[in-house]
């Protein structure tokens, strides 16, 4: 036990100092270079950026030009030489940097472009300059994405834009699988269509936390478990869980706020990975966390049943908090009707029945494996630190997008060695040889699973799943060079952007991937290590304009740009022809594999 306290305190170490990383995540653009302008005279303006620590702009991408199209001058003091693994040998500024030009234009758009030391680059921005009234009139496509949080007056998910985007999408994304499902057959076949969505998510990464704190649960019975037990227990955590879904659902109508974003912020994330790491290290025993004696008192006022069943209720509907930011089609489906219909009840009906369709192998786990749990003894002490090590876990899952990847990779290192080791030293009385010999032989495998994930680290690896993934990439994804990157995309945060970028990609006769994405976005990441840079997905985007829409921190403008595209958040891809026109049959939401997004991108670009 002592060794595992050891552990214990080790990783959660490692991983609140991740935790403390992930607070210091790179900023905006707006915020990390801050442009003013100050007048010189009547035809001359200076622009000055007041650069954040630790961040640089490069003065060989300062550049500007009037309304017409014609290049203008610009005077730049000399920058500091960098050796940029980027750009080579290059001129930047820190802290300051400053630009004059003179013109007699009405309007001048200005370009500029910096990165983080040791961190991304950003994509190029553009912004017009008011020159009558010496201020910034916007942002081009590829500019930043407002810091700004919405609020129920600005949100797009209240009100349509009055300006209506100049391209097209798919009439099956035009209708909801809502809308469908209550044609066929009313709300009969949406209940029963949304618990089968639900069944079939519970088998999902999102809702994977929720089956060691539903054992963890049962496991505090002791000698009173049994299958009808289980089966009530597991009911009344799942039908609150169904409640909190439907809530959700209910309080998006009425506020016209998208609930995924504030649950998936960094905020949200870190709070709810920190109450996993607790409850963590209170398995491991090094304290005990206990209800508040009044709150305790009335809880077990009607008996111990009673209490039990208040407190599944409690852990249920707060669970709901951790599984309901996962963006799926049938969630993104619901959402959307909700959106555009106001139908509360509809809406907080599918909703709650999808929540009850993810609780319903909780039920069937806690009905048919009560007895299979141990009973009060020696082997409850172990099951216990199990549990620990399961909510370690996920914790490392919820913010690994926050994290270095390497760091994560390193993480997932660490906790197989520490699960590895407390396999071989568990004792446990009265075990039978076979037990000890399965405990050593799980011990081992996950020893050297934790040694292939430390060598990947070493390998510069992205992927826990696939520790020595660099030394077969040549084999798997081609040519390094050809791979598809995040840093490849163009960042678009309004309707007239990518309404702007559509148009050029029209004229060049190129397909469009509009891809959702997120810092916080879990699923987002594992498509980013595993599915873009496969070759077959490589080679049918090769003439794709590939734009992005970054919902980390959200606008009324980029909500906006969501409800234009009749999505709900991240992940999502959506595929338009060189015409503006979303192909049906293509739009990719929640788990996207590199068979899904490739037939997509081909049926993009009109090739079988």
Request: hydrophobic residues 50%.
């Amino acid at each position: 036990m002592q060794l595992l306290r050891h552990l214990a305190i080790f990783f959660s170490a490692l991983l609140f100092s991740g935790i403390a990383i992930a607070q210091i995540a790179p900023l905006q653009m707006d915020e990390a270079f801050r442009p003013s302008l100050s007048r010189i005279s009547a035809t001359e303006v200076a622009v000055t950026w007041e650069i954040e620590p630790g961040y640089y702009l490069y003065r060989e991408y300062l550049s500007a030009k009037s309304g017409d199209g014609s290049p203008l001058k610009l005077e730049t003091p000399a920058g500091k030489i960098k050796e940029d693994p980027g750009f080579g040998s290059t001129e930047v500024y820190y802290n300051t940097a400053r630009a004059t030009l003179v013109s007699d234009a009405s309007t001048i758009e200005l370009t500029y472009q910096g990165c983080q030391d040791g961190g991304l680059c950003y994509p190029p921005v553009t912004k017009t300059i008011d020159m009558a009234r010496l201020q910034f009139s916007g942002s081009e496509h590829g500019g930043p994405i407002s810091a700004q949080a919405p609020n129920a007056s600005q949100s797009g998910w209240s009100s349509f834009s009055a300006q209506k985007p100049d391209f097209a999408l798919a009439q099956d994304e035009v209708t909801t699988g809502v809308d469908a499902l209550l044609a066929r057959g009313g709300l009969p076949l949406l209940l029963i269509g949304f618990v089968g969505f639900g069944v079939l998510l519970a088998f999902t990464p999102c809702v994977f936390p929720m089956y060691p704190i539903v054992a963890a649960m049962l496991s505090r019975e002791g000698e009173a478990l049994s299958p009808k037990r289980g089966f009530i227990l597991s009911s009344v955590y799942v039908g609150a869980l169904a409640l909190a879904f439907g809530l959700f659902g209910m309080v998006a109508a009425w506020s016209g706020q998208n609930l995924q974003f504030a649950l998936q912020s960094t905020t949200a994330t870190i709070v709810i990975a920190s109450l996993f790491l607790i409850l963590a290290l209170s398995n491991f025993g090094l304290f005990e966390i206990q209800v508040p004696a009044g709150l305790s008192s009335r809880l077990s006022s009607g008996g111990r049943r009673g209490g039990s069943l208040g407190g599944a209720a409690m852990l249920g509907f707060t669970s709901a908090f951790l599984i309901g930011p996962c963006v799926t089609a049938p969630l993104a489906g619901a959402l959307l009707y909700i959106a555009r219909t106001g139908d509360v009840l509809i809406g907080a009906v599918a909703l709650f029945a999808l929540g009850l369709g993810k609780g319903l192998p909780l039920i069937l786990m806690a009905t048919l494996g009560g007895k299979a749990l141990p009973r009060a003894g020696a082997w409850m002490a172990s099951i216990r630190s199990a549990f620990g090590f399961g909510f370690i876990g996920t914790a490392t899952w919820m913010v690994s997008p926050l994290l270095p990847e390497t760091l994560v990779l390193f993480a997932w290192a660490c906790l197989a060695v520490s699960v590895g080791v407390f396999l071989w030293h568990m004792r446990v009385a009265n075990a039978s040889p076979g037990a000890a010999v399965i405990s050593r032989f799980v011990a081992t495998v996950s020893i050297a699973w934790g040694a292939l994930l430390l060598v990947g680290v070493g390998l510069g690896a992205r992927d826990p799943l696939a520790p020595l993934e660099p030394l077969t990439m040549k084999t798997e994804f081609g040519q390094t060079a050809s791979e598809i990157a995040k840093s490849d995309f163009e960042a678009v945060a309004s309707p007239q952007a990518l309404t702007s970028v559509l148009a050029e990609a029209s004229a060049e006769n190129r397909p469009s991937l509009v891809y959702v994405t997120a810092d916080w976005c879990v699923t987002c990441r594992a498509i980013e290590r595993t599915v873009l840079p496969a070759q077959s997905v490589s080679a049918a985007l090769d003439d794709a304009r590939l734009l992005t829409i970054d919902m980390t921190a959200t606008s009324p403008e980029t909500n906006e740009l969501l409800k234009s595209l009749n999505a709900i958040g991240p992940p999502t891809m959506i595929f338009f022809d060189h015409e503006r026109q979303e192909v049906a049959g293509t739009r990719l939401v929640g788990d996207i594999t590199i068979g899904k997004l490739a037939a997509s991108a081909r049926a993009a670009k009109g090739t079988p």
